[in-house]
């Protein structure tokens, strides 16, 4: 069945730390993958996505993604956090029948 | 530059009662989507379409109608409300079918039925 894990419901990070929030996905065949970032009372905006190609690919607002087929992975990284990345962040993988099949998404709280 | 527009942002319902929820997009976009979010569950497909004048069940339809007259608007419908519909709603819309360009977001809108 496809289906996307994000085994960490919440991620709290030191300001000026790196940080990795880890995405699994189950498909297949070749995925399409998305991370998207959710600040409080707003919607969805896209933050990266991986088609093909390079395994890493770099989003807006300093994020990367490195996409790993042996793992079933597409974990996100940001080498220095700040205090505005706290918000919910949700991967996601594109389904041949129109759809995204979403993560439950990984809340990040930022220490000051 | 509006992208996709949402109304209400907030509403509130007797049990009961129907509503109408419009989204609006402006990129000519032929995909147009609607989830709704709850706490600990991200979110979950109620209905989606695919063009103009095509409907299609998500993951959570029971309860909700759909319509897509025109391209740009996808209209959501509560005929009869119940305190489990109480949740935020969004609408969302693609230009590609895999979600190839990304989904574009609407702000949403958060209902609340007593």
């Known amino acids: 069945a496809q289906s996307v894990t994000q085994p960490d419901i919440h991620i709290t990070v030191s300001e000026g730390a790196s940080l990795e929030l880890r995405c699994n996905y189950s498909y297949g065949a070749t995925p399409y993958l998305f991370w998207y970032v959710q600040s409080p009372g707003q919607g969805l905006q896209l933050l990266l996505k991986y088609f093909s190609g390079d395994t890493l690919v770099q989003g807006i607002k300093g994020f990367e993604a490195e996409f790993k087929r042996s793992q079933s992975s597409f974990n996100l990284r940001k080498p220095s956090v700040h205090w505005s990345d706290a918000a919910e962040y949700f991967c996601a993988v594109g389904a041949s029948n129109y759809q995204l099949i979403w993560g439950a998404g990984t809340k990040l709280i930022i220490k000051p | 530059n509006a992208g996709v527009t949402q109304t209400p942002k907030f509403r509130v319902l007797k049990t009961g009662q129907s509503m109408t929820l419009l989204c609006a997009q402006d990129?000519?976009?032929?995909?147009m989507y609607w989830y709704r979010q709850d706490p600990g569950m991200g979110l979950r497909l109620i209905h989606y379409s695919v063009g103009e004048g095509t409907t299609a069940k998500g993951e959570v339809p029971d309860g909700y109608n759909v319509s897509r007259l025109k391209k740009q608007n996808f209209l959501l419908g509560l005929e009869s409300a119940a305190p489990s519909q109480t949740s935020v709603y969004f609408c969302a819309s693609s230009g590609g079918n895999r979600g190839q360009a990304g989904y574009t977001f609407g702000s949403g809108t958060r209902l609340t039925v007593v």
């Open positions: 990129m000519n976009h032929e995909y």
